[in-house]
């Protein structure tokens, strides 16, 4: 452990460096006591003084004692000695100055002089003020442990609180043991702050109500949270005199992978009367979190967990440091607390005087007990880009965050958290006690965040099908829903891990790749089957490529889209786990596997899934997202056929300037599947994933892959082409795969093939929007059902095509006068080179609504 010469001398030596910088000069606190409760006086990192014999401790009722089995990792002062109250209250009395003061308590729950740690409960009130309660400082500790994600967890804490000495000119803090039990302290710290720094606020917005609770000398106040968003931790000695710890936000955020700090600013930050020196340190301002180019598909989100039935106060803290950003304008975002708007827009450069200058907001809200049980909830807080206000950039950012407590009618102790057991690390955590404690601990605490982004990054690029390998029996495939909250990304050990694939058994293997290996393994005491893909250490290509989409694309959920579910960074590995497709790929059940032949409505089906999937890819978030790999080894099946999209690897968002449709990029995607235009002019749009599906089509149609190029004629060797021909000859039928071609209905196959024709047009701005095909794709699957309704008549004639022979109406067993015409569709087709058509697409349901069909007659036009 380091020791440092006298506290004053380093506090000379900040006030030396100030001198010669702009840095932020210390507040000077008129107050300042640091007890080694039990202890004797010493220096560590700073001067610590004995309780012992001292005026504070006037009684002698309580007795001193050393922690049994003391854990390593926690520091020796002030937590290798207590002082224990094992028979009455008990009450130090500190003179001080009026004023507001800091008092924090300093706790390390163990084993003292053979009292057990989760034996001690204990009330301690202050000035009128009860802090806590029935206190037990073993399940603080182990609630607190649970959120905290690094290894090994930390079991000694400090409850900071300010309280506002009026004109007692002292503080006194007194410790009632439960009856049976017993009350410890280690450390006690007060220290004095300036009077308008948290009191008396100015600046303080209500959320949810138009007035509320004043933060006035009869307020008591707890830190939650105090957060040094996007920047490193700062040590008590850092801070700007008043001691205060500023800690990382990355395990506060939701989900994980919204990373985004903005490089650490360079110049000094300048300080105002609205915000003096000492408000924050320099560091606070000089980093943060921004949303960067994906802002408008997001919200940069904080869950902060907060015991319920109390008013809260979140000082935000604020500082424009992004070197483009110059001007009012460049940047306008909200503020969102609990889902209300707390702040309709910000805009730094409207609040200070411009880059470097820092500021800081404060909101009040009450979380609500909905139940009386005083149980923790989220406070959620949000920042979204004000795109209304057409800002420059579609950005928001966050420097610091600090969360308080307000007391109530002189309360601020809540109940204590039930225990979570920490699990011996070996032996895996039940499944709900993961649930529950999910969003906090799928967090990275010390580890830089950019390895999880890294690892997702990885994921999507590396996600290959996964086969279905032989030796799988399929009851060993069970539950596909992994039962976590949707969103979220769950962080494994690798004990987990490990015993989810057996030690990465190599029966387990269920795909492989240059990337790494994929297994199969059960999680949740075996009860979820995921895939589990464990990557090589050494290949890490593209990761900045493809950075800022995965970020986004693992918050995509969707039922035709694979979720990542979780990932685990430790011991080195890094391994991703996702759904399970227990039918493996589209393309193994058309002609790569062994599988037993798919029926032609189930391959509909399986096409409309496919399509929904990537319809919600373009148009479910506010920006498109562009596959840029669709092909059939990308569209997985689930124990119920479901088709999934899988594989974002190479995604893309869509243009975000209004008027423009297209993205530049490499040429990067598959043979066969890829889109000729944006191959020709690298303009990437969401019709070359349209393109794309049309060769999916084609190849579920005809059960063959989209390029084969031996032992066919040069003709057939592109599959996309080749069916485009069959089409506008009228000989589609000829190509259908032949184990479904009698299961048919003409009319069907007519129809799908004019969407697939539609999909491979050259030009994408003639291709469909995936939502049209969608909904074309059901229209054939439509008289595919009512044919077969009509069994028999469907076998005999197998002309299909595209009714290129003048016109061509497909009649259905309807009587006129059971129809109403509920809505007729004309769209036109093109052939290209040969001839152009249209069409109308007929609507009927019966007049008693019991029965709905639909048909259609084409005229084909000269060119
Ligand atoms: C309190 O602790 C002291 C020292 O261990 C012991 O002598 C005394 O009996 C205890 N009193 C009670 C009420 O437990
Ligand atoms: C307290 O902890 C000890 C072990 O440290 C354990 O044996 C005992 O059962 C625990 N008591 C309660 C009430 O949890
Ligand atoms: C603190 O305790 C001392 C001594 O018991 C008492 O004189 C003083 O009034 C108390 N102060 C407060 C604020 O309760
Ligand atoms: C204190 O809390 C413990 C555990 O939560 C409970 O068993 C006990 O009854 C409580 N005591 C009082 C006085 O509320
Ligand atoms: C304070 O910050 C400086 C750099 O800003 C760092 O070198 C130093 O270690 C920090 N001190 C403590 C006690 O953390
Ligand atoms: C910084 O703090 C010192 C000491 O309180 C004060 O004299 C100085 O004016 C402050 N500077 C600014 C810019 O507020
Ligand atoms: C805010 O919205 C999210 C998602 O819509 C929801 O899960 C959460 O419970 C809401 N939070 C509050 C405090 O209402
Ligand atoms: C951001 O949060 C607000 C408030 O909860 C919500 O209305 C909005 O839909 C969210 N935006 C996105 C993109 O999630």
Redesign the pocket.
């Known amino acids: 452990m380091f020791t440092f010469p006298l506290p004053l001398f380093s506090f000379m030596l900040i006030l030396f460096s100030t001198a010669t910088t702009t840095t932020a000069q210390p507040y000077k606190p008129t107050d300042y006591f640091l007890l080694n409760c039990g202890g004797a006086t010493t220096t560590s990192d700073r001067k610590w003084d004995t309780d012992e014999r001292s005026k504070f401790l006037?009684s002698t009722t309580s007795f001193t004692s050393t922690p049994n089995n003391p854990n390593p990792s926690v520091p020796e002062i002030p937590y290798s000695t207590a002082r224990i109250f094992n028979t009455s209250s008990f009450?130090y009395?500190f003179p001080v100055t009026n004023g507001p003061k800091f008092l924090r308590l300093y706790f390390y729950p163990a084993t003292y002089s053979g009292y057990q740690a989760n034996q001690s409960f204990f009330s301690v009130s202050?000035?009128?003020y009860t802090l806590l309660s029935n206190f037990s400082a073993f399940l603080t500790a182990s609630y607190l442990e649970t959120k905290l994600v690094g290894s090994p967890p930390i079991p000694n804490f400090i409850k900071e609180y300010l309280i506002y000495?009026s004109d007692?000119q002292?503080?006194?803090v007194t410790f009632t043991p439960s009856p049976n039990s017993y009350a410890f302290i280690n450390g006690i710290e007060i220290v004095s702050l300036p009077e308008n720094l948290y009191y008396k606020s100015k600046k303080m917005k209500y959320v949810g109500q138009t007035s509320g609770p004043m933060i006035k000398e009869d307020t008591g106040l707890e830190n939650i949270y105090r957060l040094n968003v996007g920047g490193s931790q700062i040590s008590p000695k850092n801070d700007t005199g008043m001691y205060r710890s500023w800690h990382q936000d990355d395990r506060y955020l939701f989900p994980v992978t919204a990373l985004g700090k903005t490089p650490d600013y360079q110049s000094p930050i300048i300080y105002t009367a609205d915000t003096p020196n000492y408000t924050a340190p320099e560091l606070v301002y000089a980093t943060q979190r921004s949303m960067g180019q994906l802002s408008e598909l997001y919200n940069l989100t904080w869950l902060l967990e907060v015991d319920s039935g109390f008013y809260y106060m979140l000082r935000l803290h604020f500082c424009s440091i992004i070197e483009g950003y110059t001007r009012l304008g460049s940047a306008a975002f909200k503020i969102f607390i609990n889902n209300q708007t707390a702040e309709e827009h910000v805009d730094l450069f409207y609040w200070t005087q411009g880059t470097g200058f820092p500021v800081f907001r404060d909101y009040v809200v009450f979380v609500y007990d909905f139940d009386g049980s005083g149980r923790k909830q989220d406070i959620w807080l949000a920042l979204a880009p004000k795109l209304d206000a057409r800002p420059q950039y579609s950005d928001a950012f966050l420097n610091g965050l600090e969360v308080f407590k307000l007391s109530m009618k002189g309360n601020l102790a809540g109940p204590n958290p039930e225990l979570r057991p920490t699990p011996p690390p070996p032996s895996p955590p039940s499944p709900s006690r993961e649930k529950r404690t999910l969003p906090y601990a799928a967090i990275i605490g010390g580890i830089c965040g950019a390895l999880v982004l890294m690892l997702l990054v990885l994921g999507f690029i590396l996600f290959r099908r996964v086969k279905r390998s032989g030796d799988m029996s399929s009851d060993q495939q069970k539950s596909k829903d992994s039962g976590l909250p949707s969103g979220r990304c769950r962080r494994f050990t690798i004990q987990e891990v490990k015993d989810a694939t057996r030690e990465f058994d190599e029966t387990r293997v269920i795909g492989r790749g240059g990337f790494g290996m994929v297994y199969i393994g059960y999680i949740d005491n075996d009860k979820t089957a995921v895939a589990i893909k464990r990557l090589n250490a050494l290949s890490q290509q593209g990761f900045h490529e493809f950075q800022t989409e995965i970020g986004l694309l693992s918050k995509l959920r969707h039922v035709q889209l694979v979720s990542l579910i979780g990932y685990c960074d430790e011991e080195g590995e890094m391994v991703l786990v996702y759904d399970y497709m227990s039918n493996g790929t589209l393309q193994d059940h058309l002609y790569k596997g062994k599988n037993p032949n798919l029926p032609w409505k189930q391959r509909l089906e399986i096409c409309i899934g496919a399509a929904k999937g990537l319809h919600y890819l373009h148009t479910g978030a506010n920006r498109a997202i562009i596959h840029r790999d669709v092909k059939s080894t990308n569209i997985l099946l689930d124990e119920n056929f479901v088709a999934k999209v899988a594989d974002f690897g190479l995604s893309k968002l869509g243009p975000k300037e209004k008027g423009v449709d297209y993205v530049n990029t490499a040429v990067k995607g598959t043979l066969g599947y890829m889109d000729p235009e944006y191959y020709k002019y690298q303009q990437l749009t969401e019709k070359s994933d349209v393109y794309s599906f049309g060769a999916v089509l084609l190849e579920v149609l005809c059960s063959r892959p989209v390029i084969i190029t031996r032992g066919v004629p040069d003709e057939e060797m592109n599959l996309a082409e080749w069916g485009r021909k069959n089409y506008g000859k009228g000989t589609l039928h000829e190509i259908v795969d032949k184990r479904i071609r009698d299961e048919i209905a003409p009319n069907c196959l007519m129809k799908f093939g004019e969407v697939a024709n539609s999909c491979l047009r050259m030009k994408g701005s003639k291709r469909p929007k995936m939502d049209e095909v969608v909904w074309r794709l059901e229209f054939a699957l439509q008289l595919q059902e009512a044919a077969e309704k009509i069994d028999g008549e469907v076998s005999g004639d197998m002309k299909g095509g595209s009714g290129m022979s003048g016109n061509q109406e497909f009649m259905f067993p309807v009587k006129e006068e059971d129809v109403s015409v509920v809505e007729e569709y004309e769209y036109n087709y093109d052939l290209e080179g040969t001839s152009t058509g249209v069409g109308i697409q007929h609507e009927l349901t019966s007049t008693d609504g019991s029965s709905h069909e639909v048909f259609v007659s084409e005229k084909v036009l000269p060119r």
Request: proline content about 9%; aromatic content about 0%.
């Open positions: 006037p009450t009395t202050s000035n009128g000495v007692t002292s503080l006194n």
